[in-house]
């Protein structure tokens, strides 16, 4: 199976990109599910029920989240009914809202395919272990599918690659998100596990992560908190095509996919 991974969609200037050209990428690509986060969809932080339909209506199978998944208190609407998004499963599971992984079948309902949200640690708040809440919701799915895709939402390298480590051979691919910065570190890993340290983002090119560079300059120079803007301009599109052995859940291949849309 070949699946694409979208980078952390910023804002309008991206959902506005996958409008006009995710369909024919599709099909570039020969791609069987297209999975993407959305944390930072609905202007630039957090996703509403009216987002996460449109996403949805564009063909992405799967909508991943991160530390601003909570951003938009619409979230809380919606995010319990629908079962193609999911948040970090190491919030707490008791008193977090939504799920942190699903099953998802492919055109046949033949080919399934497990996807699984994490949240690191390291300069991030306090949430559960990534590392024990990936064994026990990859023990979940093992009796069901071997092809599991982890997106793991961190902001330190070291603790992606150690997650990358930690898991080689129990999963398909180990992709990052949260940076907004495309790593050039993919590769398999040695037990057939894809990995890259981040995926990237859709959003604007001449930008600080997605935003206008105004603010997020005025606030490092003044150390004064800032509201972010998010204009025009040309976007850049992230992505990563990772290939898999439908039978095995192997990784066979990954690519990544940087594009400027002028």
Known sequence: ????????????????????????????????????NGENSAGGAGITEKVFL?????GIDVITGGNHIWDQKDIYNFIEKEDRIIR???????????????????????????????????????????FRTADREVERYTDYTKN???????????????????LDGRVSAVVGT?????????????????????????GLYDSILGVDKSEPLKMFLS?????????????????VLIEIDDFTGKAL????IYEIDK
């Not at 449109?54 to 564009?58: C, D, G, H, V």
């Not at 099953?103 to 309902?109: D, F, M, R």
């Not at 599991?148 to 330190?156: P, Q, S, V, W, Y």
């Not at 291949?253 to 990544?256: G, K, L, N, T, Y």
Request: proline share 4%.
């Open 253 to 256: 291949a990954i690519e990544r």
């Open 1 to 36: 199976m070949r699946i694409m991974f979208i980078g952390d969609v910023v804002g309008k200037p991206g959902r506005l990109y996958l409008k006009n050209n995710l369909h024919d990428l599709k099909i570039k690509h020969k791609t069987d599910f297209i999975l993407a």
């Open 223 to 239: 150390q004064i908190p800032q509201q972010f803007n998010i204009s025009q301009g040309k976007v850049l599109f992230n992505a």
């Open 88 to 130: 970090p499963a190491n919030y707490p599971v008791e008193t977090t809202p939504g799920l942190g992984s699903v099953l998802i079948k492919g055109k046949g309902g033949k080919v399934k395919l497990a996807v699984i949200n994490l949240i690191g640690r390291i300069f991030m708040k306090a949430v559960d272990c990534p």
């Open 54 to 58: 449109e996403l949805r209506s564009l």
């Open 178 to 202: 949260h940076s907004h910065v495309q790593t050039a570190d993919q590769r398999i890993l040695i037990n057939d596990t894809a990995y890259i340290t981040d995926v990237g983002m859709v």
């Open 148 to 166: 599991i895709i982890i997106d793991f939402h961190a902001e330190a390298t070291s603790e992606k690659q150690a997650m990358g480590w930690y």
